[in-house]
């Protein structure tokens, strides 16, 4: 199977600051098929991203996708109160599907 | 507008069974396939199971494949979760998901159902 890695476990940033955060696979995603999501405590995840680059339907321009291959990363362009969450990766490329250990992006 | 409510979640002894429902609106049904994705308190996201729009593909993850069984009734646009032989590591909450997009990612989300398994 296809393990995700993400980096860092937990990002400490204030609001305004740009977020990066990094998803590595332990073998190619098959056609880049790879996904981030956005869950907030005690709610389901939330799609932001699929196809490594593609937004999901009503996601705000300052989430953005980018890589391929073996490295995929998420970049929030300038935090707003509500992007303090937990994102995690997921690839659907390959049997079976699988999902990053998750990174917290927490307030400073 | 999608909406998927789960329904049947609760406590259960180990060895117990249960299971799980998985209502859905808002989009033809049997065209899409669909999935359970479940989240062990305090711990990440795991796929369990995936089903055709069809219904005629299964698929499992070697955790639960042998125990679970998914499958779908276009008549009542309803998903299910039989889960046999329950185990202290599936306590969880199960969380179905729609596959809208051509790519197969998960694009809704339900707001999931909480399975303990406990004596």
């Known amino acids: 199977e296809i393990v995700l890695t993400q980096s860092p476990a937990t990002l400490s940033l204030s609001p305004g600051e740009r977020a990066t955060l990094s998803c590595g696979a332990s073998q190619s995603v098959s056609s880049n098929y790879l996904a981030w999501y956005q869950q907030k405590p005690g709610l389901a995840p939330r799609l932001l991203i699929y196809?490594?680059?593609s937004r999901a339907t009503g996601i705000p321009d300052r989430f953005s996708g980018s890589g391929s291959g073996t490295d995929f990363t998420l970049t929030i362009g300038r935090l707003e109160p509500e992007d303090f969450a937990v994102y995690y990766c997921?690839?659907?490329?390959?049997?079976?599907?699988?999902f990053g250990q998750g990174t917290k992006v927490e307030i400073k | 507008e999608v909406q998927l409510l789960e329904s049947g979640g609760g406590l259960v002894q180990p060895g117990g069974s249960l299971r799980l429902s998985c209502a859905a609106s808002g989009f033809t049904f049997s065209s899409y396939a669909m999935s359970w994705v479940r989240q062990a308190p305090g711990k990440g996201l795991e796929w369990v199971s995936a089903?055709?729009?069809?219904?005629?593909?299964?698929y499992h993850a070697d955790s639960v494949k042998g125990r679970f069984t998914i499958s779908r009734d276009k008549s009542k646009n309803t998903l299910y979760l039989q889960m046999n032989s329950l185990r202290a590591e599936d306590t969880a909450v199960y969380y179905c998901a729609t596959q809208l997009g051509i790519s197969h990612y998960f694009d809704y989300w339900g707001q999931g159902t909480l399975v303990t398994v406990s004596s």
């Open positions: 196809d490594a680059s």
């Open positions: 089903i055709s729009g069809s219904g005629s593909n299964t």
């Open positions: 997921h690839q659907y490329g390959t049997s079976p599907l699988t």
